[in-house]
Structure formats: structure tokens, C-alpha cells
């Protein structure tokens, strides 16, 4: 089967409401992006809302979606939809909006996994990525380590043991008294910080595996910034204090990279999350992958965080494979429970 000529994609598992038109799945003849302000205000996402703003938006973005791609719903062949995993009374709005509306239109559903997504989000820009690679992810919600042998061929290496790389970035953030999400702010703090003020713990690089732990790193910081009292804090400790929590992150991931790829001999990695946005991180692996002669996949920002184009790519993948969801199509929370092959 071939992949679908103009496919639907929506993507609302957490506090990013995002649709696209994607064309024979490789062009995006539109991609929307709105992210929730509202929950800047409370310091993190807060579910409720995140499904109360997902029900606001995305009636009025998919229309615009239609009208930027030059299309009208009757010409749309399939819709692709995140059903899994995340928060779940976003996950329903979505998969509610994607099972009507392809009702109305009498056209096929297919729920996709955003971890999965995740994982193939550089090839919308790159193609697919030659196999074996591997592929990490860091999000506010995920750090995933994963050998990936041909599509929806996948071993899972590591993972994290407690808090996600991007949930300490922005629980960091939280405690110095910065905004939400702590993500961009630190990296752009530590830019100006010596990574070298605080001798912050590497989590786990002392075992062997590919798991990770951050949850430690956080408290480190935390009992640091403890000692000059409570926020509001000096720029200059502030930048010192972000650029030794990111050094400590940024080594982390990297020296798993490396074991994972020298383990599995692949030749190329795959970044995926939001965290991928980060600069320094970027930049290590890159001077890492270099000499091992491997490529390094890096999505643009915008194809990095939350985002229907990377949900839409793996669906058209899918239906060109012949499978569609039942109309008993159903949001899950969980990665675990999402039928992803978690060898
Ligand atoms: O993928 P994403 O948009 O949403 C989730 O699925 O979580 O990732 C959001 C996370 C947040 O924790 C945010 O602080 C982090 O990505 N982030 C960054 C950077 N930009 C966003 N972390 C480190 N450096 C960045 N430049
Ligand atoms: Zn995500």
C-alpha cells in the first residue's frame, strides 16, 4: 500500500496543541504549533487546563491548518492522532476529535505512539534513518534510550529511574526562582556560567546499562543554591549554578550515547524532545559522533518539541502498512501499557 496522498495529523498529549497537513508523507503543507501560555502561570503543566485548552484550540486550528495547506476536508485521506502516551484527558480530547471528524468525513483513524514519533522526528527533515541507529529522547516527560532496528523494530537500553531530563530543567528552574519551562532559560544562563563553580554528580555513569537517574542532580543543586538562602539569586550565581546543573546533564546523556552506540555499532543517532533543543548538548555530541563516523540526526526545534508533523510522518508510515484503528480507539496514559515493543 502506498503512503496516504493528504493526511490529518494532531498531536495533544500534553500542554502543546499541534496540527498538520502532510503530503504523500514526506512535504508538510502546513504544520501548526500553539503552545499553552496558561501554564507559565502555575510554574508547570497543569492537566485540567492542558485538556480545556486542547478543546478550545482544536477546533479552530484545524480548519486553519486545511486553509494554509490550500486543501478542503473532503480532500484529506487519513488522519493520524496521538493516542498514547501522556496526559490522559488531553490524549481524549484528541482521539474524540480525530474518531468525529474522520466519521464525518468517512475517512480512516490511525492512533499513533509519541514515543514512537519521537523516535522517527528527524526524518521528516533527513529521511528515514538508516538502520541500525539509535535514537535518544529527552522531553519533559521521557528519557529514552533506544536501538532501533528498522521501523517499529525496536530494544529498549535505558531509560530514567526517577525525574526526565526536561522535568529537571524545569524543577531546577522552579527551585532558583526562574520561569517555566527552565529548559531554554538554563541553557541560555549557562552560556554565561563556569560549569566548573559546582562539582554537581554525574548520575549513574559509575554503572554499567544505559539507565539514567536525575532526580540526585536536582537535589545536588537545590542544597547548593540552599547555602546562598532563598531566591531571588545573583546573576552570577545563578549563571554558575545552571551552567554546572547542565554540565552534569549534558555529560550524562552524552557518555551513554557513546556506550549505546559503540554496544550496538550503529552508524547513525537520532535526537528527539524537547531537551534535544539544547545547545550545549548539541554541540557535545556532535564532537562525539564525529570521529566514531557516525551520523548525528538532529530535527529542527520545532520538530524536536511536541509536534503533529513527527505523529503524522509514523502514521502515514503505518497506514502504507496497512493498519488502522478500530472505532474502539482509545487514549493511554501510559508508555508501558501503549502496545510499543519494550524489549
Ligand atoms: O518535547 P517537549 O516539548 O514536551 C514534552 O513532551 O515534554 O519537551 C519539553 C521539555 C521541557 O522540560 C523543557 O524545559 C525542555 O524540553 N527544553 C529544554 C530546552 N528547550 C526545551 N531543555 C534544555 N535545553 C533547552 N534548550
Ligand atoms: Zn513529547
Redesign the pocket.
Known amino acids: 500500500m502506498k503512503v496516504p496522498h493528504l493526511l490529518l495529523g494532531i498531536e495533544t498529549?500534553?500542554d502543546?496543541t499541534s496540527v498538520c497537513v502532510l503530503e504523500d508523507g514526506v512535504t508538510l503543507r502546513s504544520h501548526l504549533i500553539a503552545a499553552q501560555d496558561v501554564h507559565k502561570l502555575y510554574g508547570g503543566v497543569v492537566p485540567e487546563l492542558a485538556s480545556r485548552a486542547h478543546l478550545e484550540l482544536l477546533p479552530a486550528m484545524v480548519p486553519q491548518a486545511l486553509s494554509e495547506a490550500g486543501i478542503e476536508a473532503r480532500q484529506l485521506d487519513a488522519i493520524a492522532v496521538t493516542h498514547a502516551p501522556g496526559l490522559v484527558g488531553s490524549l481524549v480530547v484528541g482521539v474524540a476529535f480525530a474518531k468525529a471528524y474522520g466519521s464525518a468525513l468517512g475517512i480512516p483513524v490511525l492512533g499513533v505512539n509519541h514515543i514512537e514519533a519521537?523516535l522517527h522526528s528527524s526524518a521528516l527533515e533527513h529521511g528515514e534513518a538508516p538502520y541500525p541507529s539509535v535514537a535518544l529522547i529527552v522531553?519533559?516527560?521521557?528519557t529514552e534510550l533506544v536501538r532501533v532496528r528498522g521501523f517499529g523494530d525496536y530494544e529498549w537500553l535505558g531509560a530514567t529511574l526517577d525525574d526526565?531530563?526536561?522535568?529537571a530543567?524545569?524543577k531546577v528552574a522552579k527551585r532558583l526562582g526562574l520561569g517555566f519551562?527552565?529548559?531554554?532559560i538554563?541553557?541560555k544562563l549557562a552560556a554565561t556560567g563556569r560549569a566548573d563553580a559546582f562539582a554537581f554528580p554525574r548520575p549513574m555513569l559509575d554503572r554499567p546499562g544505559f539507565d539514567f537517574s536525575f532526580s540526585g542532580l536536582k537535589t545536588a543543586v537545590s542544597v547548593a543554591a540552599q547555602t546562598h538562602g532563598e531566591p531571588p539569586y545573583g546573576l552570577s550565581l545563578l549563571a554558575d549554578l545552571a551552567a554546572s546543573f547542565q554540565a552534569a546533564v549534558v555529560e550524562t546523556l552524552v557518555t551513554k550515547c557513546r556506550r549505546a552506540l559503540q554496544h550496538t555499532g550503529a552508524q547513525a543517532l537520532s535526537l528527539g524532545?524537547?531537551?534535544a533543543?539544547?545547545?550545549s548538548?548539541r554541540a557535545r555530541l556532535a564532537e562525539v559522533c564525529e570521529p566514531m563516523g557516525v551520523t548525528l540526526r538532529i530535527p529542527s526545534p520545532r520538530l524536536?518539541?511536541?509536534n503533529a508533523g513527527m505523529i503524522a510522518w509514523v502514521g502515514a508510515q503505518r497506514f502504507a502498512r496497512g493498519e488502522v484503528s478500530p472505532p474502539s480507539l482509545d487514549a493511554i496514559a501510559s508508555l508501558e501499557a501503549s502496545g510499543l515493543p519494550l524489549n
Open positions: 498529549s500534553c502543546d519521537h522531553s519533559g516527560g521521557h526526565a531530563a526536561g522535568e530543567y524545569d519551562p527552565g529548559g531554554p538554563i541553557d524532545g524537547g531537551v533543543c539544547n545547545r548538548l524536536c518539541a511536541d
